[in-house]
């Protein structure tokens, strides 16, 4: 499997990084979009970084415009409506696409390592969301449809 925290990666202010910057803590890599229906969910991503960060957690936003449009801003624009509209604390990356053959190499091994329901590999919708371990290994994959919230007693266990 690819080694998840050498992949190279740019912030939302243009910065490059890996998730070496992570590494150590349990992560939630959620792609996101300002236009979904979704996007509220940006406030339950934000309870569980304030809940569980302290203890060695972050949530980290991918946003991606591959459905329906509904990531059309700017990398500043996007940041400026998280942080405005949901205070979010967490980082949020550079838009990246999640499927087909410009997909990140995230979300490659990502769905590698976890694919959907009946083997798939594609993500279905924004907001679809990966557990990592503090040792890098992909633990679970969650629907666009599953809360933010409903998530705790996943995380919880690998703190």
């Given at each position: 499997?690819?080694?998840?925290?050498?992949?190279?990666?740019?912030?939302?202010?243009?910065?490059?990084?890996?998730?070496?910057?992570?590494?150590?803590?349990?992560?939630?890599?959620?792609?996101?979009?300002?236009?979904?229906?979704?996007?509220?969910?940006?406030?339950?991503?934000?309870?569980?970084?304030?809940?569980?960060?302290?203890?060695?957690?972050?949530?980290?936003?991918?946003?991606c415009n591959q459905f329906r449009g509904q990531e059309p801003g700017s990398d500043a624009e996007i940041a400026a409506f998280c942080t405005s509209r949901f205070a979010v604390s967490f980082p949020v990356f550079a838009k990246v696409e999640v499927n087909?053959?410009?997909?990140?190499?995230?979300?490659?091994?990502?769905?590698?390592?976890?694919?959907?329901?009946?083997?798939?590999?594609?993500?279905?919708?924004?907001?679809?969301?990966?557990?990592?371990?503090?040792?890098?290994?992909?633990?679970?994959?969650?629907?666009?449809?599953?809360?933010?919230?409903?998530?705790?007693?996943?995380?919880?266990?690998?703190?």
């Open positions: 499997m690819t080694e998840l925290f050498t992949l190279p990666l740019v912030l939302g202010d243009g910065r490059p990084t890996t998730l070496e910057a992570w590494r150590g803590q349990v992560l939630l890599v959620v792609n996101t979009a300002s236009q979904c229906g979704f996007t509220p969910q940006y406030e339950g991503l934000q309870a569980l970084q304030r809940d569980f960060g302290p203890r060695g957690f972050s949530v980290l936003a991918f946003p087909g053959p410009g997909a990140h190499p995230l979300f490659q091994a990502l769905k590698a390592a976890q694919p959907g329901l009946l083997g798939t590999r594609a993500i279905k919708w924004n907001f679809s969301k990966f557990l990592i371990a503090r040792d890098g290994r992909v633990v679970a994959r969650f629907a666009p449809t599953t809360r933010p919230e409903a998530l705790r007693g996943a995380i919880e266990p690998l703190l």
